[in-house]
């Protein structure tokens, strides 16, 4: 366990379905991360919050949308995706970026199946 | 762009072996390289490193960083079976809170 929890674990979804992917960390972290993990690839960013501030947006696509309410939670909300968005979401903590301690702690990951 | 390379993508030893895993990067303001393992689930964290020459040991696995010749190394002794997993190497820059560049990883297998 590494403080860092995701829900749902799993999830099928069809291409019309809207769902939402949950994360929350219990580490006192500020910063929050969504990874997203395609099979043969390497992990790539796609959303950071530092203070529920969004500070990246690696050019995600708008079906995928980030929340974050507050330092210790982190939803991916996710609408009309297509199956190539098939894929292992990993969300992550951090302590803030500018305190240089960049150590991430990983959640279990969503596996995402998109029928 | 940032880059990372990692090397071998994948290796295969028995118990007992020592290894080396690779990783070179290219990355505009570096900040910190960070070593992960990822068994069947995420990724677990290893070693960060920020300075050159200076090693990091966990006990059988060790890490350092030359920032010269923009590479990483990660050695493991005395392997063993629970050391098999994809191990992660992710370049941090200085700039931009939290973009992160990961390499394709190495896939280790030990063999008993």
């Known amino acids: 366990e590494t403080g860092v929890t995701q829900t749902p674990r799993h999830l099928v979804m069809g291409m019309t379905n809207k769902k939402s992917l949950k994360c929350e960390q219990h580490?006192?972290?500020?910063?929050m991360y969504w990874y997203k993990q395609s099979a043969k690839k390497p992990l790539e960013l796609m959303f950071v919050?530092?203070?529920?501030?969004?500070?990246e947006n690696n050019s995600v696509p708008s079906r995928f949308s980030p929340e974050c309410p507050n330092s210790s939670h982190l939803f991916l909300h996710l609408h009309t995706l297509q199956p190539e968005d098939s894929a292992l979401y990993l969300c992550?903590?951090?302590?803030?970026?500018?305190?240089?301690?960049?150590?991430?702690?990983f959640g279990p990951g969503t596996r995402l199946t998109v029928t | 762009e940032d880059k990372v390379v990692q090397s071998p993508l994948s290796l295969v030893v028995h118990e007992g072996d020592t290894v080396t895993l690779n990783c070179s990067y290219e990355v505009t303001n570096f900040r910190s390289l960070l070593w992960y393992k990822q068994e069947k689930k995420a990724p677990t964290f290893l070693f960060m490193l920020?300075?050159?020459?200076i090693e990091k040991k966990s006990g059988r696995l060790s890490s350092i960083l030359d920032k010269k010749e923009l590479f990483s190394i990660l050695n493991i002794t005395a392997t063993q079976t629970g050391d098999s997993a994809i191990y992660l190497c992710a370049v941090f820059p200085r700039t931009g809170a939290g973009k992160s560049t990961f390499g394709d990883g190495t896939t280790l297998t030990v063999k008993p």
């Open positions: 919050y530092n203070f529920k501030e969004q500070t």
């Open positions: 920020t300075s050159s020459g």
């Open positions: 992550a903590s951090s302590q803030p970026w500018d305190r240089g301690q960049v150590e991430q702690y």
């Open positions: 580490l006192g972290h500020n910063a």
